[in-house]
């Protein structure tokens, strides 16, 4: 690998690379190529920098060439490296154009620059080539290039200090003064070396000379047509980048003609695809076509939008013959509208009927018997009426024309106007096989269509927001269900809710299709736990929306899930402290609107509910019977849930007894107690809560000794017919319910009904077949310790004679 050495003079290299950036510059960059420095800086581009850093990479030496002979092979191979780079990009896609040449000349330049930096670090330092402008001039007057020069009898310090100053090698670093060789004269140049530079300079000029004329008598005058757009001034700049509604824009479009013959050109405006215009343009030969066409959107549309201008020989065809186009940004902004006339709806005609609730304002028409309308009581908004276009055919229209059923009414205005049309439309397909791209909904203002959706599934109501300009004079506004060629299927089409908006009033969330979003939110209150122990607790909610997305939620509480009351509106809140009193049961729902005016509907169960419980309430503690014979039932029940609860039973100079309890809401708890001994305790109900408070309640239990009994009551004592009521109050605590009969003929059925405060409810159908007189009711029951108890009351049945 040779030796690099440092590279000593660069600012030449550095120069013409400079040099080449103005070019750059001042050739293709906006204002500066309107300068007068355009020119001598394209001629120094074409005729000197790029040969220039060749020959530095060719030549890197000192004593190589002399100063006139850089300079001329410099100017030489520039024009020879200019044809070459010209005559490559004129067959790539960039075409030979002034950007392409002269960024191509500064990759060149750029190039041999850095090769021309590497070949000299190849030599020594002293026979690195440096540029010096007088000693150019003396070699432009020098005779021989080749003189002899005396040996200088002593170096200057200066020049010693900068030769040390310039060079980094050892010799330098080791403190020694280096003292380079000085030829005892300029080696003189070999005649074969001039020859070849001389050889090699004629051969580029004639290979250029070459390719010129090769290229001049090889060219054939081309046939076309040129197609193009200026801006503002005739330029090809400023074009118009964007659109707004009902605001014309203009750009103008020029058509030459080179193709030798008189042609009758077919020019389309399309936006997006669609033909907008049509325009026949004959242009005879050599002569040029220059218009301004306008182009004003109507609709209302997201992104950019695809103005193209397509140009035709003689007939339209699928693909055009010329073709230029711009990209227009659609900015759907209404502020530029704020004329009176945009505002103000009441300057426009009412629609007649547009909630159908009527049979007058519609015309009906259709061009096919199986296509029918009529309105329709039930079927409309919030079981309004409608207008109902239904299509009855089941089948192929492939051989037919275009079908159609629509509703149309005449609308008249004084000036010109744009205004929005506002109307809601349902459909009943719910097939998605067959019949979805030949069927459509349409909507159209004077013959021309500003709204349709095609056939596909239910999609329910569709509320439409369409900007529409309308022209001084009558118009004529249509509403209707549309088949082209192809399967369709039977399908109902309803119209209603049609209105004028302003558009200042028209919806912020309009889709590209021109529907307003109908889905409503839905949100919900977070779950609450059953039980909060603050009166003030925060509540939070959250909401869901697919299109424009949740405006505000409004919160409603309760304290019985039934009568609400509004505790927050219109808030874009997620949460918020609510205060409320304490053993109270507070319920909440939410509300949620979304930005395009779609309210969810009212909860009708809430969402969540929690009861607030701050300290300790009253246990109530109850205990039956009391007086008891041998056992006794506890039961304990408090507001809130407990996590436990037992019982202790103290007699006096003994150790309390647990007795446990045992709940299945964790509100009522219950446990039976046997008195085994004793005829007085102190009974303690202790409870701990859900937030493991402890609370306690207290009672007395007494023992009666006599013989364990019931109580029966009978209600009434004498009775004719009908239900005889029975209340069995047993002085203990059973094992279960106790069995009653009543005697008679016939049988007397009896009927338990319920428990409550220790005594047994029970019903005794009496008929009139039972015989009279007086009768027993009988009661058995065992108690806790299986002892069996009977009892017995009587009554008297005495029929009317």
Known sequence: MPLLKKCVFVEDLLAVTFLSCLGVLFVIVPPFNETFLRVPLALSLFFFVPGYAFIAALFPGKYEISGIERFTLSVGFSIVLTVFSGFLISLLPWGYRPAPIVISVLGI????????????????????????????????????????????????????????????????AQGLKFQPEIPDKKPSRSPEIERALIIALIGSIIISTGMLAYAKMTYEEEKFTMLYLLGPGGKAEGYPNESFIDIPLSVTVGIENHEFQ???????????????????????????????????????????????????????????????????????????????????????????????????????????????????????????????????????????????????????????????????????????????????????????????????????????????????????????????????????????????????????????????????????????????????????????DEGSGIAYYSIDSSTDGVHWEPWISKTTDNSSSFSGKDNQTYYFR?????????????????????????????????????????????????????????????????????????????????????VRAGDHFYVEAACTDIFGNTVSAFDELFVDRSISNFTIELTPKTIDKGDLEINVTPSTTLKSRPSVSVSGSPAVNVTYLTYSDGSYYYKARIKSELNEGEHKVSVNGYDLESEKMTGNATFVVDHPG
């Open 262 to 544: 008189d042609i009758d050109y077919i020019l389309q405006m399309r936006v997006d695809g669609e033909v907008i215009d049509e325009s026949n343009v004959s242009v005879k030969n050599g002569e040029a076509w220059r218009d301004n066409l306008t182009y004003t959107r109507h609709k209302l549309k997201t992104g950019s939008s695809k103005l193209e201008f397509a140009l035709f020989k003689d007939n339209a065809t699928f693909t055009p013959y010329r073709s230029v186009h711009l990209y227009i940004n659609n900015n759907n902004t209404l502020t530029h509208l704020d004329d009176q006339k945009y505002a103000d709806i009441s300057l426009l005609s009412d629609i007649q009927n547009g909630e159908m609730e009527s049979t007058t304002g519609w015309t009906f028409a259709s061009n096919s018997r199986e296509i029918t309308g009529s309105y329709a009581n039930g079927l409309g908004l919030n079981s309004s009426s409608a207008y109902r276009v239904s299509n009855s055919y089941n089948g192929s229209l492939l051989d037919l024309p275009d079908q159609f059923g629509e509703i149309s009414q005449r609308i008249e205005c004084e000036n010109d106007t744009m205004a929005v049309i506002s109307a809601f439309v349902k459909d009943d397909f719910n097939l998605t096989s067959q019949g979805a791209d030949s069927q459509f909904k349409y909507v159209a203002i004077n013959g021309e269509t500003i709204w349709s959706d095609s056939i596909s599934e239910s999609e329910g109501w569709q509320h439409l927001e369409v900007p529409i300009s309308l022209k001084a004079g009558m118009n004529n506004l249509t509403f209707g269900l549309k088949q082209i060629p192809g399967e369709v299927q039977p399908v109902e089409v309803l119209w209603d809710g049609i209105s004028f908006k302003s558009l200042a009033d028209i919806s912020s969330y309009v889709s590209e299709n021109g529907t307003v979003e109908t889905v409503p939110p839905t949100s919900s209150v977070l779950e609450l736990p059953a039980f909060t122990n603050t009166t003030n607790f925060t509540v939070y909610w959250n909401g869901t």
């Open 590 to 674: 939410s509300k949620a609107v979304d930005k395009a005016g779609n309210q969810e509907a009212n909860h009708s169960e809430p969402d969540t509910q929690t009861q607030v419980y701050t300290g300790a309430p009253k246990v109530i503690l109850d205990i039956t019977p009391n007086p008891c014979k041998i056992a006794t039932t506890f039961n304990v029940t408090y507001p809130v849930p407990l996590q436990s609860a037992i019982c202790l039973v103290t007699r006096e100079g003994f150790e309390s007894e647990s007795c446990e309890l045992a709940s299945s809401d964790n509100i009522t708890w219950t446990g039976n107690y046997i």
């Open 109 to 172: 330049t750029t190039f041999f620059s850095i090769l021309a930096i590497l070949t000299r670090k190849l030599r020594d330092e002293s026979e690195q080539f440096t540029f010096s402008l007088k000693e150019f001039i003396e070699s432009i007057r020098s005779d021989d290039i080749a003189e002899d020069f005396e040996e200088p009898e002593e170096i200057p310090a200066s020049v010693e200090k900068r030769r040390f100053h310039r060079s980094r090698s050892k010799v330098k």
